[in-house]
């Protein structure tokens, strides 16, 4: 097959113990998945309708490359989240049998044009441009399942310049990671390759040019960058 111009990249998460790499082929996020961090967005939890939203695939940033800042904002916020990278998909997938589906996890950041998203919300707009630019989701490498025992007492941390930002456990989600693909599933045909970022704690705030980021996801992945 020959195209009228050269193929972009194929966008790849490293694999921990491995020199092999996970193609990305969707990046769906959840909003509103930490009750204390809704409230300090000021918005309720609506457990019977979660809110979603997409990045495209080559917005992630890895292998520790620096996260340019973007432009048009003056306000972008960091969001730490656990990533779920996807082995394989369907539609309508039944809760019991979603976990299976389930290749490896990781540690990412959701970065957010606050001022842009402000702006959205109050004309109820779309998020995209608040939250699908460029380099808007640094992603650590990816640990198999199979070694990954998470429970809800498995922390969710970010520091940044060596300051405790925000910290959760993962028991404190509205929707845990099985009703979160099962419920997708509805909405999307998920397929293999697909992240979903499940979610941050309270505790989300500026993140600035020079900033040295750390996240982590207890004993399963670190992600640790800066933003240049």
């Not at 909003?31 to 080559?58: I, Q, S, W």
């Amino acid at each position: 097959m020959s195209y009228a111009i050269t193929p972009p990249p194929q966008p790849s998460l490293p694999i921990m113990g491995s020199d092999q790499r996970f193609p990305v082929r969707r990046i769906f996020c959840i909003g509103r998945n930490y009750a204390e961090h809704a409230r300090e967005m000021g918005a309720a939890v609506d457990k019977d309708t979660p809110l979603f939203f997409c990045k495209p695939a080559d917005a992630v940033v890895t292998d520790g490359a620096d996260v340019p800042y973007p432009q048009a904002t003056n306000d972008l916020h960091h969001e730490v989240e656990m990533v779920v990278a996807l082995g394989a998909g369907g539609r309508d997938i039944p809760i019991d049998r979603a976990a299976s589906l389930v290749w490896g996890y990781g540690v990412g950041l959701d970065l957010t044009r606050r001022d842009l998203q402000a702006v959205a919300k109050a004309k109820s707009h779309p998020w995209d441009v608040a939250k699908g630019f460029d380099h808007s989701a640094p992603v650590s490498a990816l640990r198999p399942a199979s070694q990954v025992r998470l429970d809800d007492d498995t922390a969710l941390s970010l520091s940044v310049n060596g300051e405790p930002r925000q910290q959760g456990r993962l028991g404190d989600m509205v929707h845990g990671v099985a009703e979160i693909i099962a419920i997708l599933s509805g909405l999307f045909e998920l397929k293999a390759g697909d992240l979903i970022f499940t979610g941050t704690p309270a505790g989300v705030a500026a993140i600035h040019r020079g900033d040295r980021f750390h996240a982590e996801l207890a004993g399963v992945a670190t992600l640790e960058g800066r933003v240049v």
